[in-house]
């Protein structure tokens, strides 16, 4: 099956300094790669997803880019600012039509990242 | 719309106890999943479904049952309680209208097997 590593682990950046964060996958088949942002206590919510036919995405200050043929991913947050601070995870999914049951995820381990004023 | 919901948000078991998680979605979403998130592991799937009456198994479904009579509600049961099933769980739905579909998580319930 599909494993994702993610790193760092833990990520600590000044106010306005960017952010970084890597993903590498396992399965050449997988095609879809979302980022889900985790605040204490809450579920994680969608920020940005990439599919396999791009390699770049920006919205607004986020940005993720792709190289299939490294099978890694990486999320960029520019001017980072307090609310920023969460957990991040990555994601990686074949897609509905591939494994014909959903959009099944695996996660990478996640990266708790800390926004210092 | 209240998106997706959990309940209960915290609960207590004993070893051997049993128990149902609930997860209810209002967005008539086809696609339901169940997943633990345990720390430094990430999140992981342990149920999911992709209709009323299609269940399957994800990659930890050991110790849980679920069924999907509803296309709004996905149970989790757990039959005998283990301190290993010590995690927070998260349900999740999304919608098949598309090749690819954002996965809207509920809040999360934290369960702790004594």
């Known amino acids: 099956g599909e494993n994702v590593e993610q790193h760092p682990s833990t990520l600590s950046v000044q106010e306005g300094d960017s952010a970084v964060i890597k993903c590498t996958y396992s399965d050449s088949a997988s095609n879809y790669f979302p980022w889900y942002k985790q605040e204490l206590g809450k579920g994680p919510q969608l920020i940005i997803d990439?599919?396999?036919?791009?390699g770049e995405k920006k919205d607004q200050r986020i940005a993720v880019t792709l190289n299939k043929t490294a099978k890694h991913f990486s999320l960029h947050i520019t001017e980072t600012q307090p609310e920023d601070s969460a957990v991040y995870f990555c994601a990686a999914s074949r897609g509905a039509i591939l494994t014909g049951g959903g959009n099944k995820l695996t996660f990478g381990t996640g990266t708790q990242l800390k926004v210092e004023l | 719309n209240a998106g997706v919901t959990q309940t209960p948000k915290f609960q207590v078991l004993k070893t051997g106890q049993s128990m149902t998680l609930q997860c209810a979605q209002d967005m008539n979403h086809e696609y339901m999943s169940w997943y633990r998130q345990d720390p430094g592991m990430g999140l992981r799937l342990i149920h999911y479904?992709?209709?009323?009456?299609?269940?399957d198994q994800g990659e930890v479904p050991n110790g849980y049952n679920v069924s999907r009579s509803t296309t709004e509600d996905f149970p989790l049961r757990l039959l005998s309680a283990a301190p290993s099933q010590t995690s927070v769980y998260f349900c999740?739905?999304?919608?098949?209208?598309?090749?690819?579909?954002?996965?809207?998580f509920g809040p999360g319930t934290r369960l702790t097997v004594t």
């Open positions: 479904s992709v209709g009323a009456g299609i269940t």
């Open positions: 999740a739905s999304s919608s098949q209208a598309d090749y690819y579909y954002e996965q809207y």
């Open positions: 990439i599919r396999s036919n791009v």
